[in-house]
């Protein structure tokens, strides 16, 4: 049996359209999905939508639609942006889905019961419907949001608690030890300091008042359970737990990698393993902790005026070269900047100019001087590139593949086989032979970043046929 890669994404607040940010995520779990396809594992990429908060409801009583309604035509968004990106997941899982979704919030609610981790107290707190999150006193400034600046609710209510507190020193021995290992270290070591000040116990449901739509605690109709034993348990009620049929989660889980943002990683690198711990559940193997993508060193906002919505960028340059810039100019550890003139600069440095002008140049000699398409032997060995992968080097992986194409353009500068064949032409056509079978090892290691153009280059060295129009056109 193939060895198995289940990753997924987080589920995305159901707000409005999506924008860079999910873009990236997106792109970093599909590229990862490919990369252990390529490798013949047998993958599983789950996202979703996190549907069952208070401002969708908001959103949906103003558009005067029902949450059904609302959610259909935003979930049409997100596809539509997944396919233009070439994204391609095996499940969108819904936390509204009442048929998938709530069995598995509710067997998981009912398992920390019986594990004696689920009681009922008071609960006090500012909230802010803006962020669906409570702030103290001390995170707030006059009693408002720090995010949105507006006034904060003071809340009073009984809510179900679950007993965090209880699971710190087992999570932090299973995260030093890399039992359950964050990526990158810096990430590692903030969730372990955060483990260091030790974890309170978190509350659990809300009044059924405020999220009328969301999923009732069992046994008690008066409350909702609240986003952690909601939004998190997708990872594995999308696979079928809770459910009768859950061949996937018998298949899948534990994930492989859970794809967070660094604003997330207390609920999945903290709740969500104490969760899984009080309910005999095999902890996620790993956790990639991206950073955030700034425009111009800041992060993007309409009153900046520095917002950069994927779908023009999409539809200026192509699917392929948000891709690249996604996976190459951005270190999946770290924040990473996007300005249009950078990503105009780096599209005609390394895709018109880089590996579509290569492309060009070995195909019209290929074209020209072989009579027969080049016979392929399997690509070189590919370890020390996925290597990178394995470490989640995503951004040093293309690199390695540029610096390929760098030694294909130094061979065709040093040797000139374009002249040899003029005078030599078995030597000539040995050459060219080289490059065209090394042009298809570089479109191979090519596919996960660029789908697109990686289809397209090794259609050409099939044919033997030199591209119409260059693959990507120089921008002015
Ligand atoms: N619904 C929760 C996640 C629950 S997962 C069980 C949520 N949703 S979200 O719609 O706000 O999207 C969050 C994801 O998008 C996070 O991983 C976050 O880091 C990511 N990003 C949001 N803005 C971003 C950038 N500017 N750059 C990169 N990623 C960003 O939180």
Known sequence: MSKSFYITSPIFYPNGNLHMGHAYTMTLCDILTRVHKLQNEDTYFLTGSDDNTGKILKIAEEKGESITEYLSSVKKGFEGLYSS?????????????????????????????????????????????????????????????PVHLTLLDKIEEENYFFKLSKYTEIIKQKISSDELLIVPNTRKNEILALLERGLEDVSFSRPIKNVPHGIPVPGDESQVIYVWCDALVNYISALGFGNDHDELFKKFWPASVHIVGKDIIRFHAAIWPAMLLSAGLTLPKSILVHGMITSGGHKMSKSLGNVIDPVELINSYGKDAVRYYIAREISPFEDGDLTMDRFKDSYNANLANGIGNLVSRIMKMSSDNLTSPVDIVEFEDMEEYFGFYERFEIDKAADYVWSKIGELDSYIQTNQPFKVVKTDKIAGEKMITELVTRLYSIAKMLSPILPETSAKIIELVKANKTPITPLFIRKD
């Open 85 to 145: 990106l070439d994204i391609n997941y095996d499940q969108f899982i819904s936390t509204s889905d009442k048929d998938r979704h709530w069995p598995g919030a509710v067997a998981l609610w009912n398992r920390l019961l019986s594990s004696g981790d689920i009681y009922k107290s008071k609960y006090e707190g500012l909230y802010c419907v803006g962020c669906e999150a409570f702030y103290t006193e001390k995170d707030s400034v006059d009693s408002k949001c």
